[in-house]
């Protein structure tokens, strides 16, 4: 089961790190994403890595601001937000993506996705 930890209330500017976390198997040999989804709006693809970590995928909005990683050992993928903005409030999923990708199209569309865990809520106050 995953879970989103490490939201919060912030100003425009700060910085936020999200941490994904699975009690359950191990899922090294997926890759991983976060999602977001802003009060009346549908879901968003926000970032993605590959299994092995070496490979990421980012949303325009957030390209340049945000970095996704994974540390494989402790189970863990991790969404560091720089500069944070107000349209950049929402709530944050993590999901488990597929075994089988193009390293050079990683997966972005919801649908891709399974095993969805529990959100967090990020607020970014101007």
């Known amino acids: 089961q995953l879970q989103a930890s490490g939201g919060g209330l912030v100003q425009a500017g700060d910085s936020l790190t999200l941490e994904c976390t699975n009690s359950g198997r191990t899922f090294t040999q997926f890759a991983m994403g976060w999602f977001r989804r802003a009060r009346g709006q549908e879901r968003e693809f926000v970032s993605s890595i590959s299994g092995p970590g070496y490979n990421t995928r980012y949303a325009d909005s957030v390209k340049g601001r945000f970095t996704i990683s994974r540390d494989n050992a402790k189970n863990t993928v991790s969404l560091q937000m720089n500069n944070l903005k107000t349209e950049d409030t929402a709530v944050y999923f993590c999901?488990?993506?597929?075994?089988?990708?193009?390293?050079?199209?990683?997966?972005?569309?919801?649908?891709?996705?399974?095993?969805w865990g529990q959100g967090t809520q990020v607020t970014v106050s101007s």
């Open positions: 999901a488990q993506g597929p075994m089988i990708y193009r390293l050079t199209n990683l997966p972005s569309r919801p649908i891709e996705f399974n095993n």
